[in-house]
């Protein structure tokens, strides 16, 4: 069924299956940071984001939003549908962090009153430059209707994540989609949800249980993959 690479991501690889429209997704340990300046590796991080990817689409699926998620395959890898990606990159913001934080001259940890969907065109030659509405779709890179359809789907899916992750304890403070087109051209949830692609904080002592552990080096990186897929479990 699995057939050749079709490309190597920095934390994924994509092969062809013998369904045009449907690819396997294979998770690897490797983690990088500030546009690939940062390499590393995260021992156990592909089998951890694999399983949870698919456990919260699977959720996702039931709460109204369509995904690519098809099967899990093996520890690391997933059948899911192909679609055409938008290259953008969905940031759901409930609290100040990271480069919001940095750009705009504020501390991490302040609460918005309300969520902060923003869009980055996905580049890494350019860096992700941050993009207003009207220059997505001065580029063509959605429909009006599309960005209003992903922009729902995303504020839809921080409210189920903000609620899931708060009854295991977790306060979810920030996290990127990426979203794609079937051929028919209806919009689903694509990549993955992990905690390489969110900001999860434990909401007793606010240590941070993501990538930004890696990021940072504040050591334990490891242990904080662990213990949010035991959280995630614990409660199943
Ligand atoms: P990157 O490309 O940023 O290094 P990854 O290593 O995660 O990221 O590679 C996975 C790639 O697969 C990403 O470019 C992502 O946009 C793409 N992708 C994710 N889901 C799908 C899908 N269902 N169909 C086609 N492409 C996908
Ligand atoms: N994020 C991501 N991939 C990216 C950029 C950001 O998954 O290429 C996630 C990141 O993990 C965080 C959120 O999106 O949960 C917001 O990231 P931010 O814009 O603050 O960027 P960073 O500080 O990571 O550079």
């Known amino acids: ?8 991501g920095k934390a994924k690889k994509i092969f062809a299956t013998d369904d045009p429209q449907l ?5 690897k340990d490797d983690a990088t940071a500030f546009n690939g300046q940062k390499k590393g590796t995260i021992r156990g991080k592909g ?3 694999n399983r949870m990817s698919n456990f919260l689409m699977q959720r996702l699926e039931r709460h109204g939003i369509p995904t690519h998620f098809v099967e ?3 520890d690391r890898e997933t059948l899911v549908r192909k679609v055409e990606i938008v290259p953008l990159e969905v940031i759901v ?3 100040s962090a990271g480069s919001f934080a940095k750009r705009y001259g504020v501390e991490e940890g302040m ?7 923003e869009f980055s065109y996905k580049s890494d030659e350019l860096g992700d430059p941050l993009m207003a509405d009207a220059h997505i779709t001065a580029l063509n890179l959605t429909s009006s209707e599309e960005l209003q359809t992903i922009r729902a789907y995303a504020l839809k899916i921080n409210d189920f994540l903000k609620a899931f992750w708060s009854e295991r304890g977790i306060t979810l403070v920030d996290f990127k989609l990426e979203f794609g087109r ?6 689903i949830l694509a990549d993955e949800i992990s905690p390489d692609t969110c900001r999860l904080w434990d909401s007793a002592t606010g240590e941070k249980l993501d990538k930004d552990r ?3 080096d504040l050591g334990g990186v490891e242990e904080a993959y662990s213990e949010i897929m035991k959280r995630l479990e614990e409660h199943v």
Do not use: Q, W
């Open 214 to 216: 890696f990021r940072r």
């Open 111 to 117: 609460r918005f009153g309300a969520p902060a969907v």
């Open 23 to 27: 690819l396997i997704v294979s998770y």
């Open 72 to 74: 899990e395959l093996s």
């Open 182 to 187: 079937l051929p028919d051209g209806k919009i």
């Open 47 to 49: 089998v951890i984001n």
């Open 1 to 8: 069924m699995k057939k050749e690479l079709l490309y190597e």
């Open 93 to 95: 913001r409930n609290i």
